[in-house]
Protein backbone atom coordinates (compact mmCIF):
# COMPACT_ATOMS: atom_id res chain seq x y z
CA UNK A 1 0.00 0.00 0.00
CA UNK A 2 1.32 3.60 -0.62
CA UNK A 3 -0.69 6.99 0.44
CA UNK A 4 -1.32 8.92 -2.97
CA UNK A 5 -0.18 13.02 -1.46
CA UNK A 6 -3.39 14.71 -3.22
CA UNK A 7 -6.24 12.56 -2.12
CA UNK A 8 -4.83 11.58 1.20
CA UNK A 9 -5.81 7.55 0.67
CA UNK A 10 -4.04 4.56 0.90
CA UNK A 11 -3.89 2.40 -2.34
CA UNK A 12 -2.18 -0.56 -3.68
CA UNK A 13 1.25 0.19 -5.64
CA UNK A 14 -0.89 -0.87 -8.96
CA UNK A 15 -2.66 2.50 -8.85
CA UNK A 16 0.50 4.74 -8.85
CA UNK A 17 2.10 4.86 -12.06
CA UNK A 18 5.67 3.41 -12.33
CA UNK A 19 8.35 6.23 -11.68
CA UNK A 20 11.93 4.82 -11.53
CA UNK A 21 13.76 8.06 -9.56
CA UNK A 22 10.64 7.19 -6.72
CA UNK A 23 12.85 4.59 -4.01
CA UNK A 24 9.17 1.89 -4.49
CA UNK A 25 9.66 3.15 -8.07
CA UNK A 26 5.98 4.53 -7.75
CA UNK A 27 4.86 7.89 -8.77
CA UNK A 28 4.05 10.29 -5.67
CA UNK A 29 0.15 10.51 -7.01
CA UNK A 30 -2.20 7.90 -7.77
CA UNK A 31 -3.21 7.56 -11.48
CA UNK A 32 -6.23 9.43 -11.12
CA UNK A 33 -4.67 12.11 -8.86
CA UNK A 34 -2.20 12.40 -11.91
CA UNK A 35 -4.77 12.42 -14.60
CA UNK A 36 -6.49 15.38 -13.14
CA UNK A 37 -3.14 17.12 -12.41
CA UNK A 38 -2.22 16.62 -16.20
CA UNK A 39 -5.01 18.12 -17.34
CA UNK A 40 -4.62 21.08 -15.72
CA UNK A 41 -1.59 21.35 -16.69
CA UNK A 42 -2.68 20.86 -20.16
CA UNK A 43 -5.69 23.93 -19.45
CA UNK A 44 -2.83 26.20 -18.18
CA UNK A 45 -0.21 25.94 -21.04
CA UNK A 46 -3.61 26.32 -23.60
CA UNK A 47 -4.54 29.58 -21.20
CA UNK A 48 -0.74 30.23 -22.14
CA UNK A 49 -0.86 30.28 -25.27
CA UNK A 50 -4.10 31.90 -25.99
CA UNK A 51 -5.81 28.54 -27.85
CA UNK A 52 -8.65 26.38 -26.49
CA UNK A 53 -8.11 22.98 -25.02
CA UNK A 54 -8.24 20.58 -27.50
CA UNK A 55 -9.96 17.48 -26.17
CA UNK A 56 -7.68 13.83 -26.32
CA UNK A 57 -9.10 11.85 -29.39
CA UNK A 58 -8.06 8.51 -30.27
CA UNK A 59 -5.75 8.64 -33.50
CA UNK A 60 -7.36 6.45 -36.56
CA UNK A 61 -4.70 3.68 -37.29
CA UNK A 62 -1.10 4.83 -38.79
CA UNK A 63 -2.14 8.90 -37.65
CA UNK A 64 -1.11 11.16 -34.91
CA UNK A 65 -2.53 14.13 -33.16
CA UNK A 66 -1.06 17.39 -33.86
CA UNK A 67 -1.97 20.20 -31.00
CA UNK A 68 -0.83 23.20 -33.10
CA UNK A 69 -2.68 22.09 -36.12
CA UNK A 70 -5.67 20.53 -34.48
CA UNK A 71 -5.89 18.10 -36.82
CA UNK A 72 -4.35 14.31 -37.85
CA UNK A 73 -1.65 13.00 -39.58
CA UNK A 74 0.28 10.46 -41.06
CA UNK A 75 2.97 9.25 -38.46
CA UNK A 76 5.82 10.01 -41.01
CA UNK A 77 4.66 13.56 -40.58
CA UNK A 78 6.00 14.09 -37.40
CA UNK A 79 9.92 14.04 -36.01
CA UNK A 80 11.77 11.91 -34.28
CA UNK A 81 11.82 12.04 -30.45
CA UNK A 82 13.38 9.49 -28.72
CA UNK A 83 12.34 10.33 -25.16
CA UNK A 84 8.43 10.11 -26.14
CA UNK A 85 6.54 6.86 -25.62
CA UNK A 86 5.92 6.54 -29.32
CA UNK A 87 9.53 8.12 -30.32
CA UNK A 88 7.89 10.97 -32.06
CA UNK A 89 7.45 14.47 -31.68
CA UNK A 90 4.36 15.87 -30.43
CA UNK A 91 3.82 18.80 -32.86
CA UNK A 92 3.70 17.98 -36.94
CA UNK A 93 7.36 19.17 -38.64
CA UNK A 94 5.99 22.34 -39.96
CA UNK A 95 4.89 23.13 -36.56
CA UNK A 96 8.23 21.70 -34.74
CA UNK A 97 10.03 23.67 -37.09
CA UNK A 98 8.37 27.15 -36.77
CA UNK A 99 8.10 26.31 -32.63
CA UNK A 100 12.08 26.27 -33.23
CA UNK A 101 12.46 29.20 -34.99
CA UNK A 102 10.71 31.00 -32.24
CA UNK A 103 12.70 29.77 -29.52
CA UNK A 104 15.81 30.74 -31.49
CA UNK A 105 14.95 34.18 -32.13
CA UNK A 106 13.31 34.81 -28.46
CA UNK A 107 16.51 33.43 -27.26
CA UNK A 108 19.51 33.87 -29.09
CA UNK A 109 18.00 36.93 -31.40
CA UNK A 110 18.26 35.03 -34.85
CA UNK A 111 20.07 31.92 -36.31
CA UNK A 112 23.30 33.50 -36.82
CA UNK A 113 24.09 34.29 -33.25
CA UNK A 114 22.76 30.68 -31.86
CA UNK A 115 24.76 28.52 -34.94
CA UNK A 116 28.28 30.86 -34.14
CA UNK A 117 27.44 30.50 -30.72
CA UNK A 118 26.70 26.79 -30.72
CA UNK A 119 29.84 26.10 -33.60
CA UNK A 120 32.67 28.45 -32.42
CA UNK A 121 31.59 29.65 -29.20
CA UNK A 122 31.31 33.63 -30.77
CA UNK A 123 28.51 35.76 -30.85
CA UNK A 124 27.21 37.55 -34.09
CA UNK A 125 28.29 40.78 -32.07
CA UNK A 126 31.94 39.49 -31.73
CA UNK A 127 31.78 38.13 -35.64
CA UNK A 128 31.12 41.54 -36.53
CA UNK A 129 33.79 43.45 -34.68
CA UNK A 130 36.36 41.06 -35.98
CA UNK A 131 35.60 42.30 -39.56
CA UNK A 132 35.75 45.87 -38.68
CA UNK A 133 39.06 45.33 -37.19
CA UNK A 134 39.99 43.58 -40.50
CA UNK A 135 38.54 46.29 -42.50
CA UNK A 136 35.72 44.62 -43.95
CA UNK A 137 38.45 42.51 -46.34
CA UNK A 138 39.56 39.40 -45.94
CA UNK A 139 42.71 38.29 -43.78
CA UNK A 140 44.63 36.10 -46.50
CA UNK A 141 43.61 37.91 -50.07
CA UNK A 142 42.69 41.55 -48.73
CA UNK A 143 39.52 41.33 -50.21
CA UNK A 144 36.19 42.74 -49.87
CA UNK A 145 34.46 40.48 -47.44
CA UNK A 146 31.24 40.79 -49.38
CA UNK A 147 27.97 39.57 -48.21
CA UNK A 148 29.36 35.92 -47.07
CA UNK A 149 31.83 36.32 -44.58
CA UNK A 150 33.26 32.93 -43.30
CA UNK A 151 34.72 32.55 -40.12
CA UNK A 152 38.31 30.32 -40.05
CA UNK A 153 38.86 28.62 -37.08
CA UNK A 154 41.50 25.68 -36.16
CA UNK A 155 40.07 22.23 -36.64
CA UNK A 156 42.13 20.55 -34.37
CA UNK A 157 41.83 23.13 -31.26
CA UNK A 158 38.43 25.04 -32.10
CA UNK A 159 40.24 28.59 -31.96
CA UNK A 160 38.59 30.98 -34.27
CA UNK A 161 41.42 32.81 -36.19
CA UNK A 162 39.72 35.22 -38.03
CA UNK A 163 37.27 35.95 -40.94
CA UNK A 164 37.77 35.01 -44.53
CA UNK A 165 36.08 35.22 -48.54
CA UNK A 166 34.40 32.27 -49.64
CA UNK A 167 37.78 31.19 -51.70
CA UNK A 168 40.15 31.54 -49.59
CA UNK A 169 38.36 29.41 -46.49
CA UNK A 170 37.39 26.90 -49.34
CA UNK A 171 41.15 26.96 -50.28
CA UNK A 172 42.93 26.02 -46.89
CA UNK A 173 39.89 23.26 -46.09
CA UNK A 174 40.79 21.69 -49.08
CA UNK A 175 44.12 21.97 -48.04
CA UNK A 176 43.29 20.44 -45.13
CA UNK A 177 45.18 23.54 -43.20
CA UNK A 178 48.65 21.63 -44.12
CA UNK A 179 51.33 23.89 -44.21
CA UNK A 180 53.64 21.35 -46.39
CA UNK A 181 51.24 21.36 -48.79
CA UNK A 182 50.69 24.77 -49.28
CA UNK A 183 54.46 25.47 -49.17
CA UNK A 184 54.60 22.52 -52.17
CA UNK A 185 51.56 24.12 -54.26
CA UNK A 186 53.40 27.34 -53.75
CA UNK A 187 56.51 26.19 -55.02
CA UNK A 188 54.92 24.57 -58.17
CA UNK A 189 53.47 27.65 -58.93
CA UNK A 190 56.57 29.66 -59.22
CA UNK A 191 58.07 27.04 -61.10
CA UNK A 192 55.34 26.35 -63.95
CA UNK A 193 54.06 29.90 -64.56
CA UNK A 194 57.11 31.41 -66.38
CA UNK A 195 56.89 30.21 -69.92
CA UNK A 196 55.47 27.31 -72.32
CA UNK A 197 59.10 26.78 -72.78
CA UNK A 198 59.81 26.11 -69.23
CA UNK A 199 56.80 23.87 -68.31
CA UNK A 200 57.26 21.36 -71.58
CA UNK A 201 60.94 20.96 -70.41
CA UNK A 202 60.01 19.92 -66.51
CA UNK A 203 57.45 18.01 -67.87
CA UNK A 204 59.88 15.94 -70.20
CA UNK A 205 62.07 16.18 -67.13
CA UNK A 206 59.70 14.79 -64.92
CA UNK A 207 58.07 12.10 -67.55
CA UNK A 208 60.41 10.39 -70.00
CA UNK A 209 59.32 9.91 -73.02
CA UNK A 210 61.37 7.14 -75.20
CA UNK A 211 62.60 8.45 -78.44
CA UNK A 212 60.98 6.56 -82.10
CA UNK A 213 62.52 6.13 -85.10
CA UNK A 214 60.28 8.41 -87.46
CA UNK A 215 61.21 5.48 -90.43
CA UNK A 216 59.91 3.21 -88.62
CA UNK A 217 56.02 1.67 -88.67
CA UNK A 218 54.87 0.52 -85.68
CA UNK A 219 55.42 -3.05 -86.10
CA UNK A 220 58.98 -1.74 -85.61
CA UNK A 221 60.09 -2.35 -89.00
CA UNK A 222 61.97 0.45 -91.20
CA UNK A 223 59.71 2.27 -93.19
CA UNK A 224 61.97 3.19 -95.90
CA UNK A 225 62.35 -0.57 -96.99
CA UNK A 226 59.76 -1.62 -99.12
CA UNK A 227 57.50 -5.16 -98.15
CA UNK A 228 58.90 -7.84 -99.79
CA UNK A 229 62.05 -6.67 -99.77
Not at 52 to 62: M, N, T
Not at 127 to 134: E, F, K, N, S, T
Not at 209 to 224: L, T
Request: one cysteine or more; glycine letters at 10%; charged letters at 30%.
Amino acid sequence: MKLCRDCGTDRPLEAFGLRRASPDGRAAYCKECFRVRHRQQREARAAREGRPLVPRRSAPPGQKWCPDCAAFYDKDDFPRNRSAADGLGAYCKPCHNRRARESRDRLHGGSRHYHLVRRYGISAAEVDALIARQGGVCAICLRHLGQSPHLDHDHATGEVRAVLCFGCNGGLGLFGDDISRLTAAITYLRFFTPTDSVVERRVRRLIPVPRVDPRADPAGRDASVAPGQ
